[in-house]
């Protein structure tokens, strides 16, 4: 089944704890994406990759450490983790090359933090 | 300064009745703008888009440069259109999306 998977869908952890959000892409997609989405349903872009290669990095603390092994995978680490990092992350990949650069969005992580 | 408004978080009709959801955006290039759906429990997955010009599920969108709006519009709102709605705007290079906060759509039956 092609798509974007991230694990884990739901993540309750401590304060000041480190955690970290996988992502995999079998789409064969040059580009992803981390967002964050709040308790408004506000959307907002946090990191992306190309080809393994750092292009986004929108101001965001740097305990959100977003890490590529390879075009298929975007992971992203977080360090020391506070309450107001509690919100769903969304994974995303597109192929920057193509037309008309339509987004691909994995199901999300809810992260509560206590 | 790139940004995409949506003044409406909560837009509630009946079944039939006609659906317009207000995007507007600020961006200095030739914008690409899309419409990006979430149903209940599932992810977000792209609506239309504006240079398509297609009509997808019943629901187009017309950019209108003069008035730098992308409002998306369906005649007759079922009640599997009850999702939510981001207009987004590619601000380029690399297909970084800028998202407005979203539209709640509720359809009543």
């Known amino acids: 089944d092609t798509a974007v998977s991230q694990t884990p869908k739901y993540l309750v952890t401590q304060m000041g704890n480190d955690k970290s959000i996988k992502c995999e892409q079998n789409l064969g997609h040059d580009t992803m994406y981390w967002y964050k989405q709040d308790s408004k349903k506000f959307l907002k872009i946090m990191f992306s990759y190309n080809n393994k290669e750092l292009i986004i990095n929108e101001t965001v603390p740097n305990r959100f450490s977003p890490k590529s092994p390879d075009k298929a995978h975007l992971n992203l680490h977080i360090n020391s983790l506070e309450l107001g990092d509690s919100a769903v992350y969304f994974c995303?990949?597109?192929?920057?090359?193509?037309?008309?650069?339509?987004?691909?969005f994995g199901p999300g992580t809810r992260l509560t933090v206590l | 300064a790139q940004r995409v408004t949506q003044p409406e978080k909560l837009l509630s009709v009946f079944k039939g009745a006609p659906v317009e959801l207000k995007c507007n955006y600020s961006y200095s290039g030739s914008p690409e703008l899309f419409w990006y759906v979430q149903y209940s429990r599932q992810r977000l997955q792209l609506l239309l888009r504006h240079i398509s010009r297609e009509s997808i599920k019943g629901f187009t969108a017309d950019l209108n440069k003069g008035e730098t709006s992308f409002h998306l519009k369906k005649p007759f709102a079922q009640e599997e259109d009850s999702a939510m709605y981001y207009c987004a705007l590619d601000a380029g290079g690399y297909n970084k999306l800028i998202f407005g906060a979203g539209t709640r759509l509720a359809v009543h039956p």
């Open positions: 995303a990949s597109s192929q920057v090359s193509a037309a008309p650069n339509e987004q691909f």
